[in-house]
């Protein structure tokens, strides 16, 4: 609170002045004001949640032998560097094609393979295969282009050093 001191320890003779009286503000409420209101205020905020993709990964149990994908169903993309994809459909290595991760690229891709595909568009399969020089930032966008394509069956995995030399 405030507090009011009068000290005038002066003697003097004659007309009388006003007593001069200084002022002390004690801040130690605003301090207690100021530090519960932080706490308030920490304990009554969220802190902002991790966004993470989910991925299915495979179950541990044993499973039956893999089922065989026709060729005509399967799409390879191979991740290459700055920013390339070669892409071949089945098993036809020699027949690829370049191109990159636009909206006009790999999606017109694979839209136009589930358009071929039909009413079979939901067996498609996709072999993602990253190359040393695909970034991390690569291996995001294809799996973000899968998910907004609505692909349910990719494979992450290695390329053959046939595809390799193709891609190059």
Known sequence: MAELQAQDNRKTRGVKKGKKLSTRVDLTPMVDLGFLLITFFIFTTTMSKAMAMGINLPSDKPTDP???????????????????????????????????????????????????????????????????????????????EMAINGVKTYVLMEPDTIELLAAN
Request: proline share 3%; hydrophobic share 40%.
């Open 66 to 144: 893999p089922n065989l994908t026709a060729a005509s169903k399967t799409i390879s993309l191979i991740l290459g560097a700055n920013n390339s994809i070669t892409y071949y459909i089945g098993d036809d290595v020699k027949a690829n094609f370049t191109t990159n991760y636009t909206a006009k690229g790999i999606r017109t891709i694979l839209i136009n393979k589930q358009h071929a595909l039909g009413k079979d568009a939901k067996k498609m399969v996709v072999l993602i295969k990253p190359t040393s020089q695909a970034s991390y930032a690569n291996v995001v966008d294809i799996l973000d």
